[in-house]
């Protein structure tokens, strides 16, 4: 064989271990890239938020394409990883906020702009697609990177704020973001700052690099100082160029082993499963169990899989026993981690990762697998109350469901299911991870229809990823929708509350069939036009008898009321409403309010009453109209004397409609005086015990001719003469004896007899002299108005014909007379 032939073969050799080994080290992506000018998170840890395009804060999750302008913010124990077009990956610590400024798209249009308002941030770039070129801006400082590993991080409001690079791999470019005027509006003496300012300095792998808030406001104070000056200090200027000189420092060893801690940032894994643990030892989700999959089949040096926090530190490494070197193994096809970290406790609550990787027999050591462990004990929040545990659904609108308030921790699957107390299910429902805020029970069963009176439990449950269950019994829901009946009755249906003494009260005597469980009750009293006049109400219990005095209700809505309320009629109703809803309500009823008494009018005929048996005007008719609210119980028509003494009394319970006749004789059987003038007056009391009255009716009498044994008589009680004379007086004494003239010349044929009286006061011997000139006198006046003296005769008899008693002023007057015979 040739040498020529010999050296190709040689290299061919070398060409095939080359590529062979190449092909090893290049593993297919298992992370897609986003299209156009995107980003994408690949991983989260904790609580994650990202801007909606309205700007409103929405929680992330793995698979988020993001847009230009996208700010990300993640909380206490959090952290996310992004990719870009370009292939470069950052990660977000916790506490973390930025801010996608400007996105690349392809190899011509290949920069990025990033914000950061706090927190760290690292990036590391995979060389897969084109070299992209990213800025990273702090309060302090811009960042020029080209293909570098790097870790961000910036602070402000605690202390002092400052920006800090750290540098694992290759070159970032660093300036101070230094504000003030464009170098064409500064001396030329400070170009040369200003070209320091901009050119920054290059921060080497192995190095970091902090650039202060307060060096930056101290160069932009020096510069203002400068423009200030009429003269530029050169002295000034020179000191000013070595301030803004930027010296990196080399990375100690707590930098180094934070910037390996992120290392493991690539593009070449698979997303695993979430997986939620309770390690509480209740047999559910107690472990973490790994399924290995597919990489079961594979043949390994080394396989391990390491649990982290959400700081990236590693709190419990799990690995396959050592093997003899250039010997292989097979990966299990369950690893299981009981949540104990390698201090030997069990992990608290929150958020982990698990990482599994394997080392192939050259030691090339690969992350496979890479997902979330969050762990959590504790039950998810629910809270339900109810403000009623007892309705009626019978569609009469008051109680007709019942409502359980629920308060509940979202993303969790929530169920109901209502059972009778036996523990029969009459209702289910799967509610998901969309439970109510409040849920409406109407009564009814899984088949449509309302259940039966009685008692139910509802019973709200749910469990988390994780297999906590948490689980509220509102017990003892009573479904009601019996009938209940009611009535209302009263001692009396009306009522006078004038203060009388009289009727002043009306009280209420409220029936029900049942007096259990009642919520609310109301005695509601209306007017005629249905507005409230009235209205009674309590809880729980209804007394036997409600008492109400005729005031009217008071309060703004019943501004309406006046202060009394007037006579009239008004209805009342009882309305109960019990716990359960169920409504029952009494008829309306008729109550008179009446505290106005009875209007009376009267009227009586003949104007002059002659009851003397000659047939004419013998009766006086009256004619009472009494006019009242209510029936009239009682009325009565007195007559009285012109002294006011009682002559006479009709009554009755009821008018009859008829006119009220009387003969002109008293109570006592004594006819009406004639000539004299008498008065009526007419009382009626209405069925609220209120009296009326007429006013005063006169009666006028008449001159009486009665018939006696002697002959016809006319006696007049009511002739006035001077005191112990025979001289009249008074014009009714002249009235009196000029109708007596006219009476007298209708019995032209009888011869007259003027007989005097006087009663038993004084000497006997002296009123019978004064009796005789008192009829003497008498008869002068009749001769001097027509009558024939040759007609008539005197007698005086004194005191010896009483018709009356002398004890009493009145029977004296009536004693006190002179009387007419008429004899043929």
């Known amino acids: 064989m040739s040498f020529r032939k010999t050296a190709v073969i040689i290299i061919l050799f070398f060409l095939t271990i080359l590529l062979f080994t190449q092909c090893e080290k290049k593993q297919p992506l298992e992370i897609t890239l986003p299209e156009g000018k995107k980003a994408e998170i690949i991983f989260l840890v904790g609580e994650v938020f990202v801007t909606s395009e309205a700007g409103i804060w929405i929680k992330a999750k793995v698979g988020d394409i993001l847009s230009e302008g996208t700010k990300i913010r993640t909380n206490e124990n959090s952290y996310c990883e992004i990719v870009i077009n370009s292939g470069t990956i950052f990660r977000m610590k916790d506490r973390s906020e930025l801010q996608l400024v400007m996105l690349p798209s392809d190899e011509k249009r290949n920069k990025s702009y990033i914000q950061l308002a706090k927190g760290a941030l690292f990036s590391k770039v995979h060389r897969i697609t084109y070299r992209g070129e990213d800025t990273v801006a702090t309060s302090t400082s811009t960042l020029g990177v080209r293909g570098t590993e790097y870790l961000v991080r910036t602070q402000s409001g605690e202390g002092e704020g400052f920006s800090e690079v750290l540098v694992l791999e290759g070159v970032v470019q660093v300036r101070m973001n230094v504000r003030g005027p464009s170098i064409a509006d500064v001396p030329s003496q400070l170009n040369s700052v200003y070209r320091r300012i901009g050119r920054g300095v290059r921060v080497k792998e192995g190095y970091k690099l902090k650039v202060s808030e307060g060096k930056v406001s101290g160069i932009e104070d020096a510069i203002d100082e400068i423009l200030r ?27 180094r082993r934070e910037l390996q801690k992120m290392r493991d940032l690539t593009l ?295 202060e009394e ?94 006119d009220i006749l009387w003969d002109g004789v008293s109570d006592t059987g004594q006819l009406v005086e004639s000539g004299e003038e008498y008065y009526l007056v007419v009382e009626a009391i209405d069925s609220a015990l209120n009296k009326g009255f007429s006013e005063k009716i006169p009666i006028s009498v008449d001159i009486l001719v009665i018939p006696t044994e002697r002959g016809l008589k006319i006696s007049v009680t009511n002739i006035e003469f001077g005191f112990n004379t025979a001289n009249l007086e008074g014009e009714k004494t002249f009235a009196l004896l000029r109708r007596g ?50 007609r008539l005769s005197y007698k005086g008899y004194g005191s010896q014909y009483p018709i009356d008693t002398n004890a009493t002023p009145e029977g004296r007057a009536r004693n006190r007379r002179v009387e007419f015979i008429l004899e043929k």
């Open 229 to 255: 000056q009429e003269a530029v200090d050169e002295t000034r200027i020179s000191v000013l160029k070595q301030e803004v000189v930027l010296t990196p420092e080399p990375l100690v060893e707590s930098d």
């Open 268 to 562: 070449r894994f698979q997303s695993g499963q979430t997986m939620y643990l309770s390690p509480n030892f209740d047999g559910v989700n107690d472990e973490f169990v790994f399924t290995a999959g597919e990489l079961a089949k594979e043949k390994v040096a080394e396989w391990k899989l390491l649990i982290l926090d959400a700081q990236a530190q590693v709190r419990r490494s799990i690995t396959n026993r050592r093997v003899e070197e250039g010997n292989h193994m097979q990966i299990p096809d369950r690893i299981t981690w009981n949540l104990v970290d390698r201090r030997g406790g069990i992990v608290q609550d929150g958020d982990y990762v698990y990482e599994f990787y394997t080392v192939d027999k050259n030691g090339n050591e690969r992350l496979r697998i890479k997902g979330r462990i969050v762990v959590d004990i504790l039950p998810p929040d629910l809270t339900v109350s109810t403000e009623e545990k007892i309705f009626s659904p019978n569609e009469d609108g008051v109680k007709d469901t019942i409502v359980i308030d629920i308060e509940a921790e979202q993303e969790i699957e929530w169920s109901c299911v209502i059972t009778t107390p036996e523990g029969i299910t009459v209702k289910s429902m799967e509610w998901g991870t969309d439970i109510p805020g409040a849920f409406e029970w109407d009564g009814k069963g899984d088949n449509g229809s309302i259940l039966p009176e009685g008692v139910y439990n509802i019973a709200i449950s749910g469990q988390d990823r994780a297999g906590n269950v948490a689980t509220e019994i509102v017990e003892g829901v009573t479904l009601d929708v019996r009938e209940r009946s009611a009535s209302v009755d009263v001692d009396y249906p009306i009522f006078s509350p004038n203060g009388d003494g009289k009727y002043d009260s009306v009280t209420f005597f409220p029936y029900l069939s049942d007096r259990t469980r009642i919520d609310t009750w109301d005695l509601i009293v209306q007017t005629e036009k249905g507005e409230t006049a009235r209205r009674f109400r309590g809880l729980r219990y209804i007394p036997e008898q409600i008492v109400w005095d005729g005031v009217p209700q008071k309060g703004k809505i019943y501004d309406y009321l006046p």
């Open 565 to 658: 309320l007037p006579s009239g009629k008004y209805y009342y109703f009882l309305k109960v409403i019990y716990r359960s809803g169920v409504n029952t309500f009494s008829f309306k009823k008729e109550l008179i309010l009446d505290k106005e008494s009875p209007e009376v009018i009267v009227q009586v005929a003949p104007e002059i009453f002659s009851p003397d048996g000659d047939g004419e005007n013998e009766l006086l008719a009256i004619s009472p109209e009494i006019s009242d609210l209510t029936p009239i119980v009682f009325w009565r028509a007195i007559i009285y004397t012109k002294n006011d003494k009682v002559f006479k009394t009709i009554s009755g319970s009821r008018l009859s409609g008829s």
């Open 741 to 790: 003239v006219e009476v007298l010349k209708t019995y032209d044929k009888y011869k007259i007899i003027i007989e005097g009286h006087t009663d038993s006061t004084g000497d006997e011997n002296y009123n019978l002299v004064l009796s005789q000139k008192r009829a003497e006198s008498v008869g002068r006046f009749l001769i001097q108005n027509g009558i024939n003296k040759e």
